[in-house]
């Protein structure tokens, strides 16, 4: 017989149960009741439905679970247009583009944009890389990156440029093909953001390859080539904003950029790019709407140059001042507050476009044009835009042409 | 310049003017039906414009203080002004009566905004209690109403200061509702919180820290905002 301690709990193989055993089995039941659900959920019968429901979310859950991302998050976002074009004189033409933006969030100061530019082209799709750099959130009001970038010169192609953020459905003239300032580059930038009491002040610093100068087309000799991502001569263009917001609804920003653009065995050329720029956007109670004011002028001053000098290309020798400015100013109207709900989904927009080039150089003379224009919101991020171009050149060539554009965000 | 030409440009003028003009009649009917409604119902008529600057604030009834705080604790000012303070994303509230919006109106606003706008990008209070929405209506209505109020329609039984809990958001994510309609709604409109994840949003305000660029207080702020409310 073996002779048990008073109180130890090992199991009593004698078919009885001491006191203690008892009462620590007793409380045992009393807690388990105490932590059971009520009896009637407890003992409530699953139905089938209730069976296949719980069976789909635990399946859903383990697809949930299964398609983790981990720590980098991705996001495919960017803009499409398509669009109808009749130039007065020329043949007219539906377009399309298609502008996907890869997001990477690397971590949580890392972060990678990459942008595909998709056109039809008169018989193929033109592709092109937008852009293409990683930055790095160095604190709460710097970060820096490398790669192809838009050039923080004015806001125009930093902010306003998608065809669903454009009012109008073509670009201002100092911005089209031709224009006079920069784009995207490859380079390095720093920016960031430094609020000062109600104020906000933000810069961006460059250097990138920098624009080429375009030596030996008759036509356009002198002006600047900002689509040439590789560096002609081992010369930096360096540039820089500063914006200033007074108020939230208004930011105004000085540019500016210099750089030699002249190839490689051309005489040296200084080229200088200074830019104003202002936004605006303000719900205004009297006017029932949402006024949008934007404008930029841009003054672009290259160094003289003797282009064909020993005219072997059949233009030259050609020497003219090289100094060309142009601007936009455009304002959009839209009846956010109007008592009727359809006309609250219309914006009405008006600019005016300029480009002045000295009328001695290859496709010199003064530019303008007026665009008024119609937009339907269909969604915050999808617009129908109806608008015409009132071209004026002085040399006579006006360009009218009436646009059609179906925009979206996405 | 052909007379082709010279006739295209004068329709398209004549299309440029009817627009602009469409636009000034849009403006003006907009207070034209403003007009309209408080001469319809002058009830409200009579006190449709909110106190200026200067004036004395109407007394709220007991209903219009809780509403009046839960309005606070929600960060409905992120977004809507009143009176002159608050946001600038979403419509100004000062008047939301002498608007001729009913109670039934403002509860779907609230509950389901989508309801009255199917493109509004507000996001839906669907998790306030009866009691929270009546308290809210009470209170712009009573905004609209002035001293001793209309208010009190929609008055129930509970004390001031017992809004939900449940219902409440931090005040971070009031400012930063205020930060995203400043900050992102200057250069485009704001699409619906809902159309984006969590972690969607952290890549895409992270992204606009790039672009425009916003400050890294700001991000977080703008982030805090849209993954509470979509």
């Known amino acids: 017989m073996v002779i048990r301690a008073w109180g130890a709990q090992e199991p009593n193989e004698s078919g009885y149960v001491t006191r203690q055993e008892y009462d620590a089995l007793r409380k045992e039941v009393q ?6 659900p009520a009896p009637e959920a407890a003992t409530e019968p699953q139905s089938g439905d209730q069976r296949r ?25 960017g803009s499409a247009a398509a669009s109808y074009m009749d130039p007065e004189g020329g043949a007219s033409s539906f377009g399309a583009e298609f502008d996907p933006m890869f997001l990477w969030q690397l971590n949580e100061r890392l972060f990678f944009e990459g942008e595909i530019e998709l056109e039809l082209g008169e018989s193929e799709t033109e592709t092109s890389l937008g852009a293409a750099y990683l930055a790095y959130l160095i604190n709460d009001y710097a970060l820096a990156g490398g790669g192809k970038f838009t050039v923080p010169f004015t806001v125009y192609h930093n902010h306003l440029d998608a065809p669903w953020i454009n009012r109008l459905p073509t670009d201002p003239l100092i911005y089209s093909d031709g224009g006079i300032a920069p784009d995207s580059d490859v380079g390095v930038f720093a920016t960031g953001a430094v609020p000062c009491r109600e104020a906000l002040f933000n810069y961006a610093f460059y250097v990138t390859n920098g624009p080429t100068l375009i030596t030996d087309d008759p036509g356009a000799a002198g002006s600047l080539d900002f689509d040439n991502f590789t560096d002609e001569n081992n010369n930096k263009a360096v540039g820089f904003r500063l914006g200033w917001l007074p108020v939230p609804a208004l930011e105004v920003g000085y540019s500016f950029q210099c750089s030699r653009p002249n190839p490689s065995g051309f005489q040296t050329v200084h080229s200088k790019l200074h830019g104003v720029d202002l936004n605006y956007l303000k719900d205004i109670e009297p006017i029932a709407g949402r006024l949008t004011v934007r404008g930029a002028w841009v003054w672009s001053d290259l160094g003289d140059a003797t282009y064909d000098p020993t005219g072997a290309l059949g ?6 001042d ?18 009727e709900r359809l006309l609250q989904d219309f914006e009405f927009a008006l600019r005016y476009d300029r480009l002045d080039i000295s009328s001695d150089a290859p496709g010199g003379g003064v530019d303008e044009r007026w665009i008024p224009g119609v937009d339907y919101w269909i969604t915050p991020r999808t617009v129908l835009e109806v608008a015409y171009a009132f071209d004026d050149r002085e040399d006579g060539q006006d360009e009218d042409v009436f646009v059609v554009q179906l925009a979206t965000g996405f | 310049m052909t007379w082709e030409k010279t006739i295209r440009r004068i329709l398209m003028g004549s299309a440029s003017l009817l627009a602009i003009l469409g636009a000034t009649i849009a403006g003006c009917s907009a207070n034209a039906d403003r007009d309209a409604r408080t001469a319809r119902d002058p009830a409200p008529a009579r006190q449709a414009d909110p106190p200026g600057p200067g004036s004395d ?16 604790t929600l960060g409905c000012q992120a977004c809507h002004m009143v009176n002159g303070q608050g946001g600038t994303a979403g419509p100004d509230l000062s008047n939301e009566a002498g608007k001729g919006r009913s109670s039934q109106w403002l509860t779907a606003q609230i509950r389901n905004p989508k309801t009255n706008d199917p493109q509004t990008i507000m996001p839906a209070y669907d998790q306030l209690t009866d009691e929270n929405v009546a308290d809210l209506v009470a209170y712009l209505q009573g905004l609209s109403a002035g001293p001793a109020t209309g ?14 809990p449940a ?3 931090p005040a971070s994510v009031a400012a930063g509702g205020e930060v995203w309609g400043r900050r992102c709604g200057v250069c485009h409109n704001l699409r619906p919180p809902s159309q984006y994840s969590d972690a969607q949003w952290a890549v895409a305000v992270q992204h606009m820290r790039v672009r425009v660029p916003l400050t890294g207080s700001e991000q977080r702020k703008i982030l805090e905002f849209l993954q509470a409310t979509n």
């Open chain 1, 315 to 320: 233009f030259g020798p050609l020497r003219f």
């Open chain 2, 151 to 164: 208010g009190g329609r929609a008055s129930s039984s509970r004390p001031v200061g017992q809004a939900a």
């Open chain 2, 167 to 169: 219902a409440v958001r």
């Open chain 2, 57 to 72: 604030p109407p007394t709220l009834s007991a209903a219009a203080e809780r509403g009046k705080q839960l309005y606070s």
């Open chain 1, 53 to 77: 429901l719980d069976k789909a979310v635990e399946r859903a859950l383990a697809v949930a679970e299964g398609s983790g991302l981990g720590d980098t998050k991705p996001l495919i976002t």
């Open chain 1, 322 to 339: 090289n100094d060309r400015n142009g601007g936009y100013a455009e304002v959009a109207y839209r009846p956010t507050r109007a008592a």
């Open chain 1, 31 to 36: 807690d388990l009741k105490a932590k059971a």
